[in-house]
């Protein structure tokens, strides 16, 4: 077992460190790390038990991924509500159980909550609002939300950050960094998901959820789009109220969209809802390329006018023109059952492994083509889809890029929310008219203009750099530090055999000749180290003999 020090730059963090790194080991969560001793003063083996010595391998994988979840605490939260969309990394079953993760924050009290604003404001609740309710109407993981009045008499809603929240957060991701690191080093099927990659890029949404003023902007940025429309609606923040750790905004009222008996009972057809619904959602992604990315029915309220309005646009995800294309071109695709066409967009949004089997790649795509053939768009069921697309992906182990991920679970959570108000919702059919838009929009002239504009800009900027590319080349050519590097796979094995049948050759050939000249020191006649030479060389000739034999002989193996 190698010992590894706490790396200095955990060193101030060793408590909490600790602190995880018991955890992941409690549930049986990191295997990996029986190959280290991370700076751990006992035994890590006696840390796999529960409570009562058993029950925690009494439960699934999945059950004890969540469970260690929740004992981490805020981030980790955060961090595995943010997995559950990507069931292309952790299956279907882990993502499945993570959506089941709150969290469970208790409330600030009062005197931390006035304290809170009076740092951002320079000024007591009293001296910014008419009236501040100083009990929380809820608390979750980043902050927790006041009821307030202002002096116009507008009702507002005051989001607050949990004092010291942003500071938690960097070192727990410093931590899981340093964590990430060693799985890549020491476990080979995790550094097929590149966890260190997928640690950073999670900091980096996090990094954005914590900036209220960001909110902000994104809800303003809905408002905007969706203007002409006066069945949807945003919370408005009120900017001088607003900094990056306190977000005011207008307070609205209405029922959640799981509450589907009182929406009835206001009138407001369900069908007419789901559809409305769905098409806001679209025409983020299709028209704008700028939507809400959590469509949970927590998030979506009703009021009594039927409009409906959108929570928490703290998590939104941006789609420009060339990702919008991909999405297209996998629903022309699916839609096509052109197999070679959704193998091409599968391999342009994902990162694919170097031993990536394209042949069994397409069997796959051809086998999961071959269940739509000739179903009906009005029986097409678009998550059944995009899982089996998820499925596949992650078979072959493949990374789709973060948005395109986090577009899968917005249809999947969209095509969900919209079967609550009616069961017989089909999204395929809302798609179709997205679909003849965008074909035509790429078939029409101004749609190919601006494809070769594109295709200009690129070329363009290629002959720019290419002076410089060639100038470094060429100054590294001169210099002596240009290198090529030559892989070629499991050529080692292939070297260390052919020097071994090169030392054993040279072996049995050297004792041979001490052997038949008698060198001394003799025993009966025969020169010892003649005799023990060729025993050796026969022994280590039959051992390699033996070792080609076993990985499939002398003839040259193909795939």
């Known amino acids: 077992m190698m010992r590894f020090p706490l790396p200095p730059q955990l060193a101030r963090d060793a408590g909490r460190f600790r602190e995880v790194v018991t955890i992941l080991l409690k549930y049986g969560l990191a295997d990996w790390m029986n190959q280290l001793e991370v700076g751990l003063p006992d035994r890590i083996s006696s840390l796999f038990k529960g409570p009562d010595g058993v029950r925690i391998y009494d439960l699934s994988q999945a059950e004890r991924i969540r469970l260690a ?59 910014l609002f008419a009236e501040f309710d100083d009990v929380a109407l809820a608390s979750a993981s980043i902050g927790q939300v006041h009821r307030a009045k202002l002096f116009d008499g ?10 010291k929240i942003s500071q938690r957060i960097e070192t727990d991701f410093r931590i899981m960094l340093q964590l990430a690191e060693w799985a890549e080093a020491y476990d ?8 260190k990659a997928l640690v950073t890029e999670m900091r980096r949404v996090m990094r954005k959820e914590l900036n209220f003023l960001r909110e902000a902007l994104n809800l303003e940025r809905f408002t905007s789009n969706f203007a002409e429309d006066p069945l949807v609606k945003f919370p408005q923040p009120i900017q001088e109220l607003c900094t990056d750790k306190v977000l005011t905004m207008e307070y609205v009222e209405g ?17 007419d809802l789901a559809e409305r ?18 469509p949970h029915p927590g998030n979506i309220l009703v009021d009594s006018g039927g409009r409906i309005i959108l929570l928490d646009g703290g998590m939104v995800s941006v789609l420009d023109d060339t990702s919008r294309g991909n999405v297209e071109t996998m629903l022309e695709a699916v839609v096509e059952q052109d197999i ?20 069994a790649l397409r069997q796959d795509l051809a086998e999961f083509i071959s269940d739509y053939v000739d179903v009906p768009i009005r029986l097409l069921n678009i998550s059944a889809v995009l899982q089996n697309v998820t499925a596949i992906v992650r078979k072959h182990h493949i990374v789709l890029s973060p948005q395109y991920a986090m577009l899968i679970k917005v249809l999947v959570m969209l095509e969900g ?7 017989r919702f089909n999204l395929a059919e809302l798609l179709m008219p997205y679909y003849q838009t965008s074909l035509r929009r790429h078939l029409n002239f101004k749609g190919q203009l601006m494809y070769a504009r594109r295709l200009m800009v690129d070329f363009s900027q290629l002959v720019r750099d290419l002076p410089s590319n060639l100038g470094t080349l060429l100054d590294q050519l001169e210099s002596g530090r240009l290198s090529i590097r030559l892989e070629h796979r499991r050529i080692e094995s292939a070297v260390n055999r052919l020097v071994q049948g090169l030392l054993c050759t040279a072996l049995f050939t050297g004792s041979s000749l001490l052997w038949s000249r008698q060198t001394p020191p003799t025993l009966y006649g025969t020169s010892v180290f003649g005799s023990i030479g060729c025993f050796v060389a026969v022994l280590m000739g039959v051992r390699l003999l033996v070792a080609i034999q076993h990985t499939g002989g002398t003839e040259e193996r193909s795939r």
């Open 340 to 359: 070679r066409l959704l193998e091409d967009v599968i391999r342009r949004i994902g990162s694919t492994p170097e031993n990536l089997d394209r042949l």
């Open 277 to 294: 619904g769905a098409n806001i959602f679209l025409n983020m992604i299709f028209r704008d390329g700028f939507y809400h990315a959590d």
């Open 417 to 423: 929310t919209s079967r609550l108000l009616n069961p």
């Open 69 to 127: 979840i929740t004992e981490l605490g805020t981030t980790a939260i955060k961090i595995g509500q943010i997995l559950s969309t990507r069931a292309d990394l952790v299956g279907p079953e882990v993502a499945e159980e993570l959506r089941k993760l709150q969290a469970d924050v208790p409330a600030d009290p009062p005197e931390v909550v006035r304290r809170s604003i009076h740092e951002q404001f320079d000024k007591h609740p009293e001296d």
């Open 188 to 195: 080979r099927e995790l550094r097929l998901v590149k966890p």
């Open 154 to 163: 507008r009702q507002v809603v005051v989001k607050i950050q949990h004092p």
């Open 255 to 271: 029922v959640p969209v799981r509450e589907i008996a009182k929406i009835k009972a206001m009138g407001v057809s369900d069908t």
